[in-house]
């Protein structure tokens, strides 16, 4: 596709249990982030990878989170024994130049009952 | 560390006339850049527009431009002649120009409503 795809666009857990988000980055992109958006919040940053290598997870906000990109293009954020405040929506976002703005998907919408 | 500031939570603006989104912020890396995005409902985060620490003119994409004043730390949007359309969350956003640093520090968001 033309744009960044993310899946699923919605996603009810229970709380305890692992979920596994998925983000398709735009072909080429060689940048690609994981932002987390509270309600009511700006995004804030939760991990970058350039390429397959994870250069900056310093915003992953406990080793309940981890962000894989194995093959330098479709990256998977998983959640483990996830928690009511983790509750926001999950945004991906890939760039080929830096300090040319990313290019941002509609999020992953997760719930935590 | 970065820090943007967003002082308007919300604004509501008629059809037609010029608004202003303020964003104010702070760091001490001379080389840096700012970014306006637009959230529809939707939840896209749509790039609207960039001005690099060093650039010695504004920037403007068509309707957008961007009030870049550097000693005041300020980097306010401008939206000219303002369309229905242009009702959505926006968010001002810095990044630091340091290879390897490439996340953005995004501020609160303004709503903006444009009123028939």
């Known amino acids: 596709g033309a744009g960044v795809s993310q899946s699923p666009r919605y996603k009810v857990a229970k709380r305890g249990q692992d979920v596994a988000l998925r983000c398709d980055p735009i072909?080429?992109?060689?940048?690609l982030f994981w932002y987390q958006q509270a309600l009511g919040q700006g995004p804030e940053f939760l991990t970058y990878?350039?390429?397959?290598?994870?250069?900056?997870k310093s915003g992953l906000p406990s080793d309940r989170f981890f962000a894989e990109r194995p093959e330098g293009s479709v990256s998977t954020l998983k959640i483990q024994r996830t928690q009511q405040e983790d509750s926001a929506v999950y945004l991906c976002?890939?760039?080929?130049?830096?300090?040319?703005?990313?290019?941002f998907g509609q999020g992953t919408r997760l719930t935590v009952v | 560390a970065q820090k943007i500031t967003q002082t308007q939570p919300g604004m509501f603006v008629q059809e037609k006339e010029a608004v202003t989104l303020d964003c104010t912020y702070d760091t001490s890396d001379p080389s840096y850049g700012l970014f306006w995005y637009k959230q529809p409902s939707s939840g896209e985060m749509i790039f609207l527009i960039y001005?690099?620490?060093?650039?010695?003119q504004n920037a403007t994409e068509g309707r957008y431009s961007l009030n870049f004043q550097k000693a005041r730390k300020s980097a306010n949007l401008v939206i000219s002649a303002s369309q229905l359309g242009d009702s959505a969350m926006y968010f001002c956003a810095m990044g630091i120009d340091r290879i390897g640093n490439e996340k953005l520090t995004f501020g609160t968001g303004t709503r903006l409503t444009i009123i028939p």
């Open positions: 990878f350039q390429n397959e290598a994870q250069l900056d």
């Open positions: 072909s080429g992109h060689v940048s």
């Open positions: 001005q690099g620490s060093y650039d010695q």
């Open positions: 976002a890939s760039s080929t130049r830096r300090m040319r703005g990313a290019f």
